[in-house]
């Protein structure tokens, strides 16, 4: 929930019974000045209210022994003073049961993690496509954040994720973008249910962000050529991808029955891809002495040419691209032995 609507809500419930008990203590502030006379101080008439409603009974400040009416004034002072106190512990007893205080703390360290985040990814979206986005993040140990403007969709996702980061706000504005990290993302999935406010997101965190890749997803033809004039990366259709997968599995049914292993188990193999830093000196495969078992070269990208299966003594350097088979901890250390950054 936003903070402001927490306030809102604290605002509501705490402000007519705290403006009562400081209404009590003004009028019995000025009963006692009333019944005491000169020879008491406005301070004193405050305490002996402050007393009264308290139930401290440390004495009378105000001398009430010869004027019965004044008793009268403080039995009726602690009895409105005390039900309006007991009134307001009750309220705020259960602002915290109900968890607008946890949840309004919570909030506040979700967003310091979140601005703590480098080279992260945004999810814009949390429906079907954007939980299995998510799932893959999270398999492979890469950091994400959730914005999501449906309340029930996001609270589906975060009963299977109760750690994820995220924000509810609509993705196609920029300061929801602005709130989930986009100035120090490394990409943005643009996936929600809608082409149109795909289109949006992608424009928006391009200018926001020019530097991180912009994947979108997208139903209708005629928007895919729109959304990439705005910015987009890739362009992913489902409708496309599924067909693709249908004639696959008819065709090379053992190569995605082996591709589906490696997606079903949590801590099983990825074909992943690695970058190379600028100033990385270059050297031969074999010549780095990196640590072979922890992944598979299968190929390596070098400025627009593919060499597959590479030999030992193929050489390597800042701006390729390694394209390995490994699990989340082997292309960590590989990305560690190199001093490169995520893909």
Same mark, same amino acid.
């Given at each position: ?24 203590? /003004? ?9 005491? &006379? ?76 979140? !601005? ?10 949390? %429906?079907?496509?954007?939980? +299995? ?33 995220? #924000? ?29 406010? +795909?289109?949006?997101? #992608? ?5 926001? +962000? ?45 190569? /995605? ?23 990385? &000196?270059? %050297?031969?495969? %074999? ?14 990208? !070098? ?17 390729? #691209?390694?394209? /390995? ?13 190199? &001093?490169? #950054?995520? !893909?």
């Amino acid at each position: 929930m936003p903070a402001d609507t927490i306030a809102q809500r604290a605002y509501q419930r705490f402000a007519a019974p705290a403006l009562a008990l400081v209404g009590v203590h /003004v009028i019995g502030m000025v009963g006692y000045k009333i019944i005491g &006379g000169a020879q008491v101080s406005w301070l004193d008439c405050l305490y002996m209210t402050f007393i009264t409603v308290a139930t401290i009974g440390f004495g009378e400040i105000v001398d009430l022994a010869h004027s019965p009416g004044g008793r009268v004034f403080t039995m009726f002072i602690a009895l409105i003073g005390i039900g309006v106190t007991t009134y307001l512990i009750s309220i705020l007893t259960a602002f915290i049961l109900e968890g607008d205080m946890n949840q309004a703390l919570r909030r506040r360290r979700m967003q310091k993690s979140i !601005a703590a985040l480098r080279r992260h990814y945004l999810i814009c979206g949390i %429906g079907r496509v954007g939980t +299995n986005v998510a799932h893959e993040l999270e398999v492979t140990g890469r950091p994400y954040v959730v914005i999501e403007s449906d309340r029930e969709a996001m609270e589906r996702y975060l009963e299977r994720y109760p750690d994820a980061l995220w #924000t509810h706000a609509d993705s196609s504005e920029d300061s929801a973008l602005t709130e989930a990290g986009i100035e120090h993302c490394a990409g943005v999935f643009a996936v929600t249910g809608d082409d149109s406010k +795909n289109l949006v997101i #992608t424009l928006s965190a391009k200018l926001l +962000n020019p530097q991180a890749r912009v994947v979108a997803r997208c139903h209708e033809v005629n928007y895919i050529d729109k959304i990439r004039k705005v910015g987009a990366d890739a362009i992913v259709s489902p409708d496309f991808t599924g067909g693709m997968r249908i004639v696959s599995s008819m065709v090379r049914p053992q190569v /995605v029955s082996f591709l589906d292993e490696m997606l079903r188990a949590d801590n099983a193999l990825r074909v992943e891809e690695v970058h190379i830093p600028e100033g990385f &000196g270059a %050297g031969t495969i %074999g010549g780095l002495k990196l640590n072979r078992r922890a992944y598979i070269l299968l190929a390596v990208r !070098a400025l627009d040419q593919w060499e597959f299966n590479p030999a030992d003594n193929y050489f390597i350097g800042p701006g390729n #691209t390694l394209v /390995v088979m490994t699990t989340p901890e082997g292309r960590k250390s590989l990305e560690r032995s190199l &001093g490169a #950054t995520a !893909a």
